[in-house]
DNA sequence: CAATAGATCATCT
DNA sequence: GATGATCTATTGC
C-alpha cells in the first residue's frame, strides 16, 4: 500500500530493457490492493491475481478489452498484493523494431506513450506474466546517470472506481508521458 | 481540436 | 453473461 507509492516513484527515470528495445519509464500508477477498489487485487486471491500476491519485482501482464496487454512490477513483499502500471516509456533503443511493431505510431512520441502502445512496441506479451525483473530477458534497470527527477501527481486514468486518489505519477513536462 | 464507436476475449459472477 | 488499469479511426465543430 505505502510501499507501492515508493516503488511507484522510485520506478521514474528507470530502464526498461526487453531485447534490442530500451526506453526510460516516465508515467506509472500505484494499485495498492485492499481499500484501492480499482486495484485487480482488492478483492482478493484468484488465478489472474495470483502473482500480485507473490514476491516482488516480477511482472503482472494481464490482458484488457481483449486486445491489449498491460504491464506491472509487483511492489509489496511476499502475501501482500501490490502493483505498478508502466503507462508510459521514453524509447532509447530499438526504435526501428519499435516502429515495425507499431505502425499506427506516426510520431516517436507516440510509440509507447500508454500502457497497451508500450507492451506493444517492447514486445511485451501475457507470457512475460510472472516473470523476475530482475534477471532474465525482461529487466528493469538504473539509469547510467541517475539525475533529479522532476516527478507530478495526478489521479489515475481510465478507471471508474476510486478514481479521485492521486496515485499517478509522472515526469513533470516529459513529451512521451501519456495523453490519458 | 473534441467526441465517440467499435474492436475483441480472459476473467470473474 | 457482463466487464474492463485501451487504442484507433472516424466523424463533426
Do not use: W
Amino acid at each position: 500500500m505505502h510501499g507501492t507509492i515508493h516503488v511507484a516513484r522510485a520506478l521514474l527515470g528507470k530502464i526498461l530493457l526487453h531485447g534490442s528495445a530500451s526506453g526510460i519509464i516516465v508515467e506509472t500508477e500505484a494499485y495498492t490492493g485492499p481499500g484501492d477498489d480499482a486495484s485487480h487485487s482488492a478483492r482478493g486471491v484468484t488465478p489472474r491475481t495470483r502473482v500480485i500476491f507473490g514476491p516482488p519485482g516480477h511482472a503482472y501482464v494481464y490482458l484488457i478489452y481483449g486486445m491489449y496487454q498491460c504491464l506491472n512490477i509487483v511492489a509489496e513483499p511476499d502475501g501482500v498484493p501490490g502493483g505498478v502500471l508502466i503507462r508510459a516509456i521514453q524509447p532509447l533503443t530499438g526504435i526501428e523494431q519499435m516502429q515495425s511493431r507499431r505502425r499506427a505510431a506516426r510520431r516517436v512520441e507516440d510509440l509507447a506513450n500508454g500502457p497497451g502502445k508500450l507492451t506493444q512496441a517492447f514486445g511485451i506479451t501475457m507470457q512475460h506474466n510472472g516473470a523476475d525483473v530482475t534477471r532474465g530477458t525482461l529487466t528493469v534497470h538504473p539509469p547510467k546517470n541517475e539525475t533529479q527527477l522532476d516527478i507530478a501527481v495526478s489521479p489515475r486514468i481510465g478507471i471508474t472506481k476510486a478514481a479521485d486518489l492521486p496515485l499517478r505519477f509522472f515526469l513533470r513536462g516529459n513529451p512521451f508521458v501519456s495523453r490519458g
